[in-house]
């Protein structure tokens, strides 16, 4: 009897403990603070008649479609009060302006809407654009609202496609680039100088601009343009192998700046700039081993500390491919630094389908302490492999070396 007694009680106190007390609904998480938790319409403060519903006319994301960089927005969300009771509305956060409707102590009565104002200035790094505000609510549905801008940003120009990339072309091949230029300026434009940030690639290319007409190109994305540029660009063999990154830049001005003769003043140039990207492959490699290796800025050689007076020479190997590879000449061009580090080629040894040249690194016995272990983004030791072939590129090596103090 005890026994059950015992177990009555505890049944009474686990059901009063459920079911019996006030339960809430939250707590919320808002940008920067947490929302009290909000006590549900079971409570009887607040009958479930008198709750408010709050409700965004025509949707919480708002799409602009595109933009100019620079240019000012606003849209107006509309909140509506679908409930029964008094809705409260506070900002909580943004990322842009934000600014709601004229309201009595920031509440909509029942049936009541407002509009909520957000305005914003197209400050984007990219062509994706979005911009947030968060408000907090009574509604005990919705404690926090998040409504969203989002669109493009797109400059009085555009490129399709958007960047230069051509994978791996071989040292001796030619490089296509092909693309097309829109121009969205109201004023027309005349295109007049083209290069690349780096002066040999400059040198080595052949450029083509040809106006067409916008709806040859057959791209409706941008039909809203008023000029469209087909551009072809031909770079000659020779550059370096490696990875390539560098900036094409399209000069233009506006076309009553430009004569008959197509002079121009400089200050009426302006420049549209793409990334030029991809990698040169070439009849020159070199094996990778535990010191040597390929990455993204190229081939790397690790020496480490070295004794110069001590250590012994360092070796790598070249590999020679293709059919030139038992005609081609390799010696050894720019060394950096100079006088400190050291680079020899020994003797070709022909296999049936490559040639291996041996190639040995040190550091000269009387350098001083020096750190070029490429901890910051330049500071290596570099060694060019350059080949009586003009149209093959050179192979440049950089090289992790330190000399410590005795």
Known sequence: MIASVIGLACGWFAHVSNFAAESEFGPFKSADREIPARIEAVKREIPADQMPKLEVVGGEQFDFGVMEPGAEGKHSFVVRNAGQGPLELEVAGSTCKC???????????????TEIDLTWITKSSGEEFGQSAILKTNDPTRGELNLVIRGRVISSMTMVPRT???GEVESGDTIVLESVIF????????????SFSEPDITARSTFSVEEVSVES?????????????KVRIEIAPGLR???LRDNFSFGFAPKSAVDADGKYDEDVLFQFYAETSGRIVGAITLVENRRVFNGEGGYYFTMGEVDPKEDTPLRANIILRGPKRNTIKLSIGDV?????????????????????VPLTLSVDPEAKPIDMMGRGSDDFGTVSIQTDDPTMSPLQLKVRFQVAKP
């Open 164 to 166: 230069f990339s051509f």
């Open 99 to 113: 600014t709601v409707g004229s309201l009595k102590d920031a509440t909509l009565e029942p049936g009541e809407q």
């Open 183 to 194: 121009s969205f300026s109201k004023t027309p434009i005349v295109a007049v100088k083209q």
């Open 336 to 356: 950096q630094p100079k006088g400190i580090l050291r680079a020899e080629l020994g003797e070709p040894v022909g296999r049936s389908t490559t040639v291996l």
């Open 241 to 243: 192998q490696g990875p």
């Open 217 to 229: 190109t057959g791209n409706q994305e941008y039909k809203t343009a008023t000029q469209a540029f």
